[in-house]
């Protein structure tokens, strides 16, 4: 007997920007992360924070999962004062004719130590420093997607687009181009339209 797939993993549930019904605040996304952990039998703690660091930068970075899911211990650079820096993440959508053109993109993700996101950070530091693998999150997209539905009730893409929103709209870097380069985005008129503000936030601008 086959059991059926869970509702995320089916291919005609595939979520999209009109499943998102707000954009909120990184505190209400950090406590989504806090919710309630994977019943583990063997070293829940562990485990549970593993979890939670892996959402942490999945909406930090605003990186794909499959991005997130190829980050090694030894990309983290503890040097900056003001960020941890994640080095040279392979960005993976790319068309082959782009990659045989320009090689596979690489991006370095920022984590910062203070400000709104510093919650976020302390997760994902605080994993790395007990983290026993090579790999950050050693486990395949199937697994991402279920731990995510499990703590937050939500899919992996929804952390991706909250961040681009926030970094365009409340951390005001409304250049589609610039979040773009960021994120690891080729195309930014893919991302144009998360910027939610009108003329109001050009009054300077547009009186030069």
């Given at each position: 007997?086959?059991?059926?797939?869970?509702?995320?993993?089916?291919?005609?549930?595939?979520?999209?920007?009109k499943?998102?019904?707000?954009?909120?605040?990184?505190?209400?996304?950090?406590?989504?992360?806090?919710?309630?952990?994977?019943?583990?039998?063997t070293?829940?703690?562990?485990?549970?924070?593993?979890?939670?660091?892996?959402?942490?930068?999945?909406?930090?970075?605003?990186?794909?999962?499959?991005?997130?899911?190829?980050?090694?211990?030894?990309?983290?650079?503890?040097?900056?004062?003001?960020?941890?820096?994640?080095?040279?993440?392979e960005?993976?959508?790319?068309?082959?004719?782009?990659?045989?053109?320009?090689?596979?993109?690489?991006?370095?993700?920022v984590?910062?130590?203070?400000?709104?996101?510093?919650?976020?950070?302390?997760l994902?530091?605080?994993?790395?420093?007990?983290?026993?693998?090579?790999?950050?999150?050693?486990?395949?997209?199937?697994?991402a997607?279920?731990?995510?539905?499990?703590?937050?009730?939500?899919?992996?893409?929804y952390?991706?687009?909250?961040?681009?929103?926030?970094?365009?709209?409340?951390?005001?870097?409304?250049?589609?181009?610039?979040?773009?380069?960021?994120?690891?985005?080729?195309n930014?008129?893919?991302?144009?339209?998360?910027y939610?503000?009108?003329?109001?936030?050009?009054?300077?601008?547009?009186?030069?």
């Open positions: 007997m086959t059991h059926p797939k869970p509702v995320w993993l089916h291919p005609e549930h595939r979520r999209t920007l499943d998102i019904k707000r954009f909120i605040e990184p505190q209400q996304i950090f406590q989504y992360i806090m919710g309630k952990g994977w019943n583990y039998k070293q829940p703690d562990y485990y549970n924070a593993r979890d939670r660091a892996f959402l942490s930068l999945m909406f930090v970075s605003g990186l794909r999962v499959c991005e997130v899911l190829s980050i090694r211990k030894d990309q983290f650079d503890f040097t900056d004062a003001d960020f941890i820096i994640v080095k040279d993440v960005i993976k959508k790319r068309k082959a004719k782009t990659i045989a053109r320009k090689g596979r993109p690489k991006i370095d993700v984590l910062p130590l203070e400000g709104e996101l510093v919650d976020f950070t302390a994902v530091e605080q994993y790395y420093r007990i983290c026993e693998s090579e790999r950050l999150f050693p486990f395949g997209t199937k697994r997607w279920a731990i995510t539905k499990t703590i937050t009730g939500k899919w992996n893409h952390f991706r687009s909250q961040r681009i929103s926030d970094m365009m709209n409340r951390q005001g870097i409304p250049s589609s181009d610039k979040v773009a380069k960021i994120v690891g985005i080729d930014p008129q893919t991302i144009s339209h998360y939610k503000g009108t003329w109001k936030e050009a009054r300077e601008e547009l009186l030069k």
